[in-house]
């Protein structure tokens, strides 16, 4: 069921909804009732965190809990016809509709920060990503303009990452951990493999990486992020990387 709800997301990923200015956020006896009354959203994996009524239709935050850990999605539910849409909505200007973020979650889930530009940028990414890696050799010198805020956030699938995220928070400040970061990513640096006891059990993190590893997970959730490289202006909205480099 869920893994057919995550394919319907990208079918229904271009949904176009005018956005009504007396929105109601709907509080939690609302959100039980829709969840009660609407087939599509009964499946014990899914919770609704958020909701709001846009007129014809109600908006939805969910919360999707799989073996890979959690993640959010939005749907929609057609007041009239029950139906339930998953996936992306747009007002009339094109603009995604979205619930507002959660700025500590997200503040608290920075690994660590660089760069004294005037805009703000968060980067959410894994150091053993190969796209990331890529995102990581090609941006070397043209984020200049912004105050890059560094999210580590290890794939589940990425067997090193957890290494290579301890060794590189281990650093004594911001400007060691982002020199870990570029040596592991940049310069191919294998110092983190001195933390592996053993290569066939599950990497170990030291209690105060732990901690911060876990406060990144939930800032990657709170983003909606679906994977790595991913990068944010300081509104917490996505930034293309075409409109990043475009200079």
Request: proline share 4%.
């Amino acid at each position: 069921m869920i893994r057919n709800i995550l394919k319907a997301t990208v079918v229904f990923s271009t949904l176009f909804i005018g956005l009504n200015a007396a929105d109601i956020m709907l509080d939690e006896a609302k959100l039980k009732e829709i969840k009660a009354s609407t087939k599509a959203l009964q499946e014990p994996t899914l919770t609704l965190k958020e909701g709001m009524d846009k007129d014809s239709v109600y908006f939805l935050k969910i919360e999707a809990k799989s073996q890979r850990g959690s993640r959010f999605m939005t749907a929609f539910v057609d007041k009239k016809t029950g139906a339930t849409y998953f996936g992306s909505g747009f007002d009339k200007d094109g603009k995604q509709i979205s619930f507002a973020k959660d700025a500590k979650v997200i503040k608290d889930g920075i690994s660590f920060s660089y760069g004294s530009g005037k805009k703000e940028l968060y980067l959410l990414t894994d150091p053993e990503c190969p796209y990331c890696v890529k995102f990581e050799q090609y941006a070397k010198g043209k984020l200049d303009g912004y105050r890059v805020h560094v999210i580590l956030y290890p794939l589940p699938f990425h067997k090193k990452a957890p290494a290579m995220v301890e060794w590189i928070l281990q650093g004594k400040d911001d400007a060691q951990k982002r020199e870990r970061f570029e040596a592991v990513t940049v310069g191919k640096s294998q110092e983190y493999t001195a933390l592996i006891k053993d290569e066939k059990k599950p990497f170990v993190y030291s209690p105060a990486v732990k901690e911060q590893v876990e406060k990144s997970k939930n800032a990657f959730v709170e983003f909606e992020a679906r994977g790595t490289p991913a990068t944010y202006n300081g509104d917490f909205s996505p930034m293309p990387r075409s409109k990043l480099f475009a200079k």
